[in-house]
């Protein structure tokens, strides 16, 4: 038998798949949105997230207890909440407050009490 030195049969040509980043992952249990996972980074994700927060009228209620005198533990306890979350509003409102402007020329009188 000769051997035959010829051109070697190739296969075709096939497409190059696309590097896809990001696929898709299943669905969350608790909220039955899309999950997907990125293959660069190696992660778990969603597309779109919603804003999770406390409404503006828990937040004064929050530092109306505060002014009152309740600690930030009695006002994570009566609003359900978190006491750090009530200290940083609080804190956050503290800093919006411009201090008072006193007048030298005027007699003033202050008032302390024990706190």
Do not use: H
Request: hydrophobic residues 25%; positive net charge.
């Amino acid at each position: 038998m000769a051997q035959s030195y010829g051109i070697k049969s190739t296969k075709p040509n096939k497409r190059k798949k696309k590097f896809k980043r990001f696929i898709k992952k299943g669905f969350c249990k608790g909220t039955g949105k899309q999950r997907w996972y990125d293959k660069k980074e190696k992660k778990y994700f969603f597309k779109e997230y919603e804003k999770v927060g406390y409404s503006d009228r828990k937040k004064k209620s929050a530092i109306n207890l505060a002014k009152e005198g309740n600690s930030y533990r009695s006002i994570g306890r009566l609003l359900n909440i978190s006491y750090t979350c009530a200290f940083y509003w609080i804190r956050n409102y503290c800093k919006t407050l411009s201090l008072p402007v006193f007048d030298r020329k005027k007699k003033c009188s202050f008032e302390l009490d024990e706190l």
